[in-house]
């Protein structure tokens, strides 16, 4: 049995049950050593841990599958959903590349995905449809996410950049707000949240033209608002919808 | 206080501890007659209980808002998460429009989204960049939904329709399925979730030339993949990026 296990954007109060149980279940949990941090102690005693740094993901899935199919239950753990730029896709790549998606059962455990969990600090950022982009261009073209940017730009969607900036890629970020500001007000508010739900969580918030490049790196999560998003308190809201069929605020 | 509280997709191995935390705390419970039933029923027992129909949201939004201007906690039940076209937005319309942003807290527990739920049932069908999109025009006028789903499309996002069918409208789903055709493959495989994560679930993969609509209804959440998504074993496999920068299978 190979899963593929949510742990959240990291709290422990954020960990849901299903992950729990198959944490709990498994004889091997396999990861990238900063999640590993994010699983509680307990439910990591007793087990067979493998775990190496950034970049390692293929040497991690190819033991996980090794073990899963050595017949050993085996949990790959993953920050945030296992489906949203992680690990899930990657283990199906190698069940198939060794012929095993017949032997080896196979499950994902959805989780709470780091940009849920960024958009509930800020408020109601995300409300309506969205999108979610990664600025990372390791192993996407620069130049089909530069489109995707300016595609869901021009649609008004609320944007999601995950890998918002790493040492090597330090200019992505302001190119992408660039290319959003050529449709969008300079005065759309931005949700800029570092470490949600861990140890040194911030959240900010400011107008599309403010941005601050300094206070991103990979571990921030920028969302930008779409032309009906506003700055309401200390929070971002998102109307539901275009249309104003609906009248809040008259007490019943 | 007022809180937003995700259910998640409705199984309870996918309510949060927080959730559950935030429900065990409110004096006040408030929410769709039909999410009422996602609540374990001892978190409810004790509680006061604000449920109604559909199109209830304002009248129940404003409910919640005198409980908590009492200085009662009061809890709004979403299912999937709650900043997801859910209750988040309205709650905080409504403490904006009656000057409450100061005087009430107000908070956001996050929660595992439905469509992640879906997509997790599929295998990896998301992993990369994706949209949601909304073709409910019940708020949103037809035209910008078309614009968006195009957009989407000739962006090669993962896209991911919520309310894709209601008996008033039973061809928006199909107009939207011709629109992505024009930039995508007839071949592109689609994934079809009933009631993920819920009594009666099921889960169905086809071609986007394929589908039938009468499998969807508004329960139904339509992901449909991106130009690289294929379908593997049972599953829907989207790889992580278009660089094959890596390899996998080679066992260690």
């Not at 999640?35 to 293929?58: A, C, N």
Request: charged residues 20%; hydrophobic residues 45%.
């Amino acid at each position: 049995m190979l899963t593929a296990v949510s742990l959240g954007p990291g709290h422990e109060s954020l960990l849901t049950p299903a992950a729990r149980v198959a944490l709990e279940n498994a004889e091997v949990i396999v990861g990238y050593k900063g999640y590993m941090d994010l699983v509680p102690p307990e439910l990591l005693q007793g087990k067979e841990i493998f775990s190496t740094g950034m970049m390692g993901e293929v040497e991690r899935v190819n033991h996980a599958v090794d073990c899963a199919e050595q017949g050993r239950r085996t949990a790959v753990v993953c920050s945030g959903d296992a489906g949203i730029y992680a690990m899930a896709g990657l283990m199906l790549e190698a069940l198939e590349a060794r012929g095993l998606l017949d032997s080896v059962p196979f499950e994902v455990v959805p989780g709470v995905p780091a940009f849920n969990a960024a958009a509930a600090l800020l408020g109601a950022p995300l409300m309506h449809d969205f999108c979610s982009i990664s600025l990372s261009d390791l192993l996407t073209p620069w130049e089909l996410i530069r489109k995707r940017v300016r595609l869901a730009a021009e649609g008004d969607f609320v944007i999601c950049l995950y890998n918002p900036r790493s040492k090597r890629r330090s200019d992505h970020l302001a190119e992408a707000l660039d290319l959003i500001a050529e449709h969008r007000d300079p005065q759309t508010p931005v949700g800029i949240v570092n470490r949600a739900w861990r140890e040194g969580q911030k959240v900010h918030t400011c107008a599309l033209e403010h941005v601050d490049s300094g206070l991103v790196d990979m571990q921030t999560m920028v969302l930008v608002g779409n032309s009906a998003t506003r700055r309401v308190g200390g929070f971002l809201l998102t109307p539901r919808g275009y249309h104003t069929k609906y009248e809040v605020g008259s007490s019943l």
